[in-house]
């Protein structure tokens, strides 16, 4: 069986407009990869594929060579189960603590609640966020609130973690974190896949790369590849010049 993260000549469209055309991917076991691009070029959207919250028009989504397409509902929360994904705004609970939204899922799924305390300082700990515990959300910063949202995906030990966007509108020190953070999870062997259009933060964590420009997947490589690569809408992402001004990627 093929272990990863799969797309096969995938295709999706909103309203007659073509997101995603002829794209494949393929995210092995254990890879971090970071997907590239200019904002609202289909990047989360192929996150929402991969988890069967869009259907495709034509192609394929598998995960560990199953194919999604045709599963129940029932069947689909079960392959969620395995996939965590931390969302661009953290989206933690307003009305819970740090410590209620960390556990919430544990909770959902009947575990003990010696367990569940357990697990929940445990993550926190690992993100830094130990003393957080009892807080509410309104008391965190942007950056401590994706921590906590980083810990809530941690909870239920995924095979997959999604991150999309996962440093936009913090501070240096903010973006430094997060980055210790999933540098940290590829050093215990998690499968990461992170959508952005942050270059230098792309480049701080991952691994391999790939680049959408205009619905299509234009490159797949390391970092080193992609800073030699003479297509031009990557060298003009690479390197914006006077020229690049109200240029649409």
Known sequence: MTQGLQLDNLTYSVDGRT???????????????TILGASGVGKTTILKLML?????DSGEVSIDGEKIGHLSEGKLIQLRSR??????????????????????????EGRPEREVERVV??????????????????QLSGGMKKRAAIA?????????????????GLDPIGVYN???????????????????????????????????????????GTREEMLASDHPA?????????????TKL
């Open 121 to 138: 300082r445990e993550k926190l700990s690992f993100v830094g966020l130990e003393d957080t515990i009892n807080r509410y959300p309104a």
């Open 83 to 108: 996939i965590a994904i931390v969302f661009q705004g953290g989206a933690l609970f307003d009305s819970m603590t740090v410590g209620e939204n960390v556990g919430y899922r544990l909770l959902e």
């Open 234 to 246: 990557i060298r003009e992402f690479l390197e914006p010049t006077d020229e690049s001004l109200f």
């Open 178 to 220: 997060i980055c210790n953070v999933i540098r940290l999870l590829q050093a215990e062997g998690k499968t990461i896949l992170m959508v952005t259009h942050d270059l230098e933060t792309a480049f701080n964590v991952s691994d391999r790369f790939s680049f959408i420009h205009k619905a299509r997947m234009i490159f797949e």
């Open 19 to 33: 997101i995603l055309q002829d794209v494949d991917l393929f995210v092995a076991k254990g890879v971090n990869r």
């Open 52 to 56: 069967g919250l869009l259907k495709p």
């Open 152 to 168: 809530r995906a941690l909870a239920c030990e995924p095979d997959y973690i999604f991150f999309d966007e996962p440093t936009t």
